[in-house]
């Protein structure tokens, strides 16, 4: 009596194809992730109407308070501030928050975790581990607790700016804080390309699922793999000196040019003297907090 619908075969030829259908997902959600930064970015928002010049010296000003800060009754108001400030530029507010803390609490606590037991007395109980005790300190603790929502804070901060920002315009905006033309011109390059080698990818692995009738064997996957990145790095190095050729026929000496030409309103220097004192305004209220 047969009591699965599904045969062995077809499961393992199922399995088979798991890990393509995993990379074509994962590329394509990539790009729909991109497209909707960009769509946020151009909402008629708080945020996307300020210029970028202002809004980066903003946001660079806050994160550098938001790092000095050791309080939480600091870090919570400040945080309830940039939820506002997400509220008035229309960004949606799940995506934010899940965007923010379904990683930052992680990575974060790996990095903070022995300080959790090495910090010292008082503890808040105590492990017993043979002859010795591993304590979790009250100190360690709270001063683990206040790492982590300051990364949060300053990832909040960044992926904010982000959204609301046009990739193009950020990196104008760059020139303003005299970042190097060579570090502007190496962010959009691959910024730009980048989305072009996700397409190509996406298209091989979609092929490579069309033509796919039958279970593959190991070393034949291993095989597909490591020749179609061979070919992808060969296609990067390729395009690469093509580009390069094009714009030195065109005549590109290194200095990056723009269409775009912005103009700071009395609105844009209320909103950067205003962050400016917020910054200045938590980093004050730190030392007595």
């Not at 619908?5 to 077809?10: I, Q, R």
């Not at 660079?60 to 919570?76: D, Q």
């Not at 959204?163 to 005299?178: E, G, M």
Request: aromatic share 12%; glycine share 8%.
């Amino acid at each position: 009596m047969n009591r699965s619908n599904t045969s062995p075969t077809k499961k393992k030829e199922k399995e088979s194809l798991g890990w393509i259908e995993h990379t074509i997902a994962g590329i394509a959600g990539s790009i729909e992730r991109a497209i909707f930064t960009e769509e946020n970015a151009r909402k008629p928002g708080w945020l996307q109407g300020v210029d970028p010049r202002a809004k980066l010296g903003m946001f660079l000003a806050v994160i550098l308070a938001a790092s000095l800060s050791r309080s939480l009754v600091i870090l919570i108001p400040l945080y309830v501030v940039i939820l506002g400030v997400a509220y008035a530029s229309q960004l949606p507010f799940d995506f934010f928050v899940k965007r923010v803390w379904l990683g930052i609490p992680f990575f974060a606590g790996i990095v903070i975790i022995p300080s959790i037991f090495i910090a010292g007395a008082p503890y808040l109980f105590q492990i017993p581990l043979g002859p010795l005790h591993l304590g979790v300190s009250i100190p360690g603790l709270s001063s683990a607790v206040v790492f982590v929502a300051r990364v949060g804070v300053c990832v909040s901060l960044a992926v904010l700016l982000v959204l609301t920002t046009p990739w193009a315009d950020l990196l104008k905006s760059l020139q303003a804080v005299y970042v190097p033309q060579v570090f502007i011109l190496l962010l959009s390059m691959t910024y730009r390309y980048i989305f072009l080698f996700l397409h190509i990818a996406n298209g091989m692995f979609e092929a490579r699922k069309s033509r796919t009738v039958g279970r593959t064997q190991g070393n034949e996957q291993r095989r597909w793999i490591s020749g179609s990145m061979g070919y992808l790095m060969n296609r990067s190095f390729k395009m690469s000196n093509d580009v390069y050729a094009a714009m030195s026929a065109r005549g590109f000496s290194g200095e990056i040019r723009s269409y775009s030409a912005y103009h700071m309103t009395m609105t844009d220097w209320v909103a950067l003297v205003g962050a400016i004192g917020v910054a200045v305004a938590t980093v004050v209220a730190g030392r007595y907090i």
